[in-house]
C-alpha cells in the first residue's frame, strides 16, 4: 500500500516537471516570437514599408496577448501581483503597437519610431523587474 503511495507520487512530480518544462519553454517561444516581431518593425522602418511594419505589429499584438503565460499566479511576497503586472504590460504594448502603426501610416516616421521606443522600454523593464522575482 504505501509503496503504491509513494509510486504515485513519484509519478505525479515528474508529471509536474515535465508541464513546467513545456510551459517554460512556451515562455521561451513566446518571447523570441516577440522580439522577431519588433525587428520585423524595425526592419520596415529601415527599409520604409509599410507592409513589414504592418505584419511586425500584426504579430507583436499576437504575441503580446500570451505575456501573462508564465507569470506565476498571485501575489509574491513583496505584495506585487505579477498577472496584474503582465497584463498590464501586455495591453500597454499592445496599444504602442497600434500607435506604431498609426503613425507610420501618416508618415510620421518620428512618432512611429518614438513608440517603438516605448514598447523596447516596456519589454527592458519587464525584464529589470523580472529578475528580482
Ligand atoms: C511581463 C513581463 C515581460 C514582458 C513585458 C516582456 N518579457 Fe521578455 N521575458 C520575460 C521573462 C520572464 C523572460 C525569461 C527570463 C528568464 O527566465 O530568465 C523573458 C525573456 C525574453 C527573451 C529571452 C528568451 C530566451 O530564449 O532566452 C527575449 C528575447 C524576450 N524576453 C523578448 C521580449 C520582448 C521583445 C518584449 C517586448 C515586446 C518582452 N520580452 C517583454 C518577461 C517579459
Redesign the pocket.
Known amino acids: 500500500m504505501k509503496k503504491t503511495v509513494l509510486a504515485l507520487l513519484v509519478a505525479s512530480s515528474a508529471l509536474f516537471a515535465q508541464e513546467v518544462e513545456v510551459r517554460?519553454l512556451d515562455?521561451?517561444?513566446n518571447?523570441?516570437n516577440?522580439?522577431t516581431?519588433?525587428s520585423m518593425i524595425q526592419k520596415g522602418f529601415l527599409f520604409d514599408n509599410i507592409h513589414v511594419v504592418t505584419n511586425g505589429v500584426k504579430d507583436?499584438k499576437v504575441?503580446?496577448l500570451h505575456?501573462?503565460s508564465?507569470?506565476k499566479e498571485g501575489v509574491t511576497k513583496e505584495g506585487f501581483n505579477?498577472l496584474v503586472?503582465?497584463h498590464q504590460?501586455?495591453e500597454d504594448?499592445s496599444e504602442l503597437a497600434d500607435r506604431v502603426l498609426t503613425a507610420f501610416e501618416k508618415g510620421d516616421r518620428y512618432s512611429a519610431a518614438n513608440n517603438y521606443l516605448q514598447?523596447?522600454s516596456?519589454?527592458?523593464?519587464?525584464?529589470q523587474?523580472?529578475?528580482s522575482?
Open positions: 517554460n515562455r521561451m517561444k518571447m523570441q516577440m522580439e516581431a519588433l507583436l504575441t503580446a505575456t501573462e508564465f507569470i505579477t503586472y503582465a504590460q501586455a504594448i514598447i523596447l516596456k519589454c527592458l523593464s519587464c525584464h523587474t523580472v529578475r522575482w
